[in-house]
């Protein structure tokens, strides 16, 4: 694990569990306890054609896009209230290989009792296709789908629980919150034996995070949504903290962006659940956190961007610089880096 001070650029070389060393009884450990869906389904068209598709989120009445307003995610088996036709479909927006050959109206089978049907191919290329299935999309995914993995791991996991937080619980993400990848059951005892308050809420990590910033200005780029809750009393034990002048130390960039999301203008949180379309960059002003755990992102990412807006450009570069002489493994399976 890299530190880095933001006081004076110092940087430690240390290991993830002295983490607790860096933390005070005041402090306040913020983790997203989002879990990744198998949400990769390999099916077939009439004609034969294999076709994989990649499930993002629930759809509004097959239309929309960014910015639109969305149901939240179901609970596996669960269906979307108001999206429902004669034949009780979930639409779904979704990734789609090979695009080109799945056009509006195409029909895919992916296993018995789950088909699917193109309803809308967007520019982006993001399809919206109707699912039908007895159980719920989810819950048949659990038994045909695969666990997506960031397009720079080719070789399968042994275990899916590998791309999985010991504290993931709540179905939805098809990504994992990494930064959380680090802990164990018996770090996270320790931490809250020092008197950290580990408090929980949800943001379910889309495909966006791995989209490169291809605009020549940052701010034309645009963020998908992606769905958090607060629960109540996770707004209070932050909020109590903080008064009382502990630090809110985030587990990964999504917990930077649902915190952020949350707050009003003078950083006190306030419960609810929605969708976040938040884009940090340098420049912007931060209302919740002190500190951040995070891992190496890759270039042109907006993670990169949150964390150059948290540090600063030129000191997170010169902190990259220091892990990549000294054997720092990047991304998602990669080492740790605390931001104080």
Same mark, same amino acid.
């Given at each position: ?55 993002? $989120?629930? +759809?509004? =009445?097959?239309? !929309?896009?960014?910015?639109?307003? /969305? %149901? ?5 088996? &669960? ?29 895919? $089978?992916? +296993?018995? =009792?789950?088909? !699917?049907?193109?309803?809308?191919? /967007? %520019? ?5 296709? &109707? ?210």
């Amino acid at each position: 694990m890299l530190v880095l001070h933001r006081s004076d650029g110092r940087l430690d070389h240390r290991i993830f569990r002295d983490l607790p060393e860096y933390l005070t009884p005041r402090d306040v450990l913020v983790l997203n306890d989002t879990r990744v869906i198998p949400a990769r389904l390999r099916g077939r068209k009439a004609s034969g054609g294999a076709v994989e598709v990649l499930l993002l $989120r629930p +759809a509004v =009445g097959g239309v !929309g896009g960014p910015g639109a307003a /969305r %149901p939240a995610p179901p609970a596996p088996g &669960a269906r979307i209230s108001g999206n429902q036709d004669p034949v009780e479909a979930e639409r779904w927006e979704t990734l789609v290989r090979p695009g080109r050959r799945v056009g509006r109206g195409t029909e895919v $089978r992916f +296993a018995p =009792g789950l088909r !699917g049907t193109v309803l809308e191919s /967007r %520019p982006d290329g993001v399809r919206v296709i &109707a699912f039908t299935s007895p159980r719920g999309v989810l819950a048949a995914a659990q038994e045909v789908g695969a666990t997506p993995l960031p397009p720079y791991i080719h070789a399968p996991l042994g275990d899916p629980e590998e791309y999985q937080t010991v504290y993931a619980t709540v179905e939805g993400a098809v990504a994992a919150p990494t930064a959380g990848l680090h802990f164990t059951p018996a770090l996270l005892e320790e931490v809250e034996g020092r008197g950290v308050a580990v408090v929980r809420l949800t943001m379910h990590i889309g495909l966006g995070t791995f989209r490169p910033v291809t605009a020549p200005d940052v701010r034309a780029h645009r963020m998908d949504a992606e769905w958090f809750r607060l629960a109540p009393d996770s707004a209070d034990r932050i909020n109590t903290r903080r008064a009382a002048g502990g630090r809110i130390v985030a587990v990964g960039t999504s917990v930077v962006r649902a915190l952020e999301t949350a707050a009003d203008d003078e950083g006190r949180l306030r419960a609810g659940e929605g969708w976040s379309e938040r884009f940090i960059y340098p420049g912007y002003r931060f209302r919740t956190i002190d500190a951040l755990i995070t891992n190496f992102h890759l270039p042109k990412t907006t993670l990169l961007l949150l964390v150059s807006a948290l540090a600063g450009r030129e000191t997170i570069l010169r902190a990259y610089a220091e892990a990549i002489r000294a054997g720092y493994r990047f991304y998602s399976f990669g080492d740790a880096m605390l931001i104080l």
